[in-house]
């Protein structure tokens, strides 16, 4: 599923809010059926938890806090740190490179998706994976699908019920800074992890809303969302051609749907980790492109076929 601060902050339309919210409540069933032991989320950061001074493409949490941005859950999550280490293990064993984090600190792309399925982020036991989808340069998408085989294949030998998540995308360009054109504060903050003040943060959320008032508006300089490629994306995952993301070109993905649309590495992996049990049907297909949220907002289910 897709995510956004923006669902948490005034401006977007009750029509809008509405419809998403049925597509969420629609997949909050599915998982209220399916009753998960455990959750595997495969979720970006926007230089809340990870940063330039040491990021890995890929990173396991033993132990996770949600920092609160936007809104969402502040405090630890309910990591069981023998499963993740285990994951860990897993994964470097079959030749995927990862991290591990006895202390992440994960931000709305991990937690809401967590609280808008389940109510409340410490629900279940949960083991997040990031996904580096922001800060530049990012590794091949292959490596991408390579980790989600390699975390997909392990939970299999589990013999428990898992819900994989994966939270991001699609298209969209929201005003996150770089390397390049960061101000002084916010490259100390996106190198070092300077902490943020109360009135920086409120300055920036008035920032981002600012940002999807002017861009719902067809005003300002973030890239417009693309529904033809972002449905291109969806259908790709509906008819099992995963292999075809190892292609991709990091450049094109950006040029065509914008800078963060890197995040649908998150669902690259998560449905490569449900493909390494075989097939899958897909269901709750909803898309919705919304300038409000800044976002091509986009929700799926799947389960593997028996």
Not at 283 to 293: K, V
């Amino acid at each position: 599923m897709s995510h956004s601060p923006l669902l948490n902050l005034p401006g977007p339309p009750r029509e809008l809010l509405d419809d998403i919210a049925a597509a969420i409540g629609a997949a909050r069933e599915f998982v209220t059926d399916f009753d998960p032991e455990l959750v595997v989320t495969f979720s970006p950061d926007h230089y809340n938890g990870f940063f330039y001074r040491a990021m890995p493409p890929f990173c396991i949490g033993t132990a996770a806090e949600g920092v609160g941005d936007y809104g969402t859950h502040q405090g630890p999550l309910d990591v069981p740190a023998e499963l993740a280490t285990d994951c860990v293990r897993a994964v470097l064993d079959a030749d995927v490179d990862v991290a591990i984090s006895a202390a992440m600190d994960v931000d709305h792309g991990t937690v809401q998706p967590l609280q808008l399925l389940f109510g409340d982020a410490t629900a279940k036991p949960v083991i997040p994976v990031f996904i580096n989808s922001v800060a530049t340069p990012l590794g091949p998408m292959r490596r991408v699908r390579a980790l989600g085989s390699a975390v997909g294949a392990h939970l299999a030998t589990l013999g428990k019920r898992v819900l994989i998540v994966g939270s991001g995308g699609l298209s969209h360009d929201p005003p996150v800074p770089t390397l390049a054109t960061a101000p002084p504060a916010a490259l100390d903050r996106i190198v070092r992890g300077a902490p943020m003040t109360t009135e920086q943060r409120q300055a920036r959320q008035t920032a981002v809303i600012e940002a999807a008032r002017e861009f719902a508006a067809g005003q300002g300089r973030l890239a417009p969302l693309n529904p033809d490629w972002d449905h291109a994306f969806l259908d790709l995952l509906d008819t099992h051609r995963l292999a075809e993301v190892d292609g991709w070109d990091n450049a094109w993905i950006a040029e065509h749907a914008g800078n963060s649309a890197h995040e649908v590495r998150t669902w690259v992996a998560a449905f490569a980790a449900l493909a390494a049990q075989g097939s899958y049907d897909t269901a709750n297909r909803f898309y919705r492109a919304a300038p409000e949220l800044i976002a091509g907002f986009a929700i799926r289910t799947a389960v593997p076929i028996s």
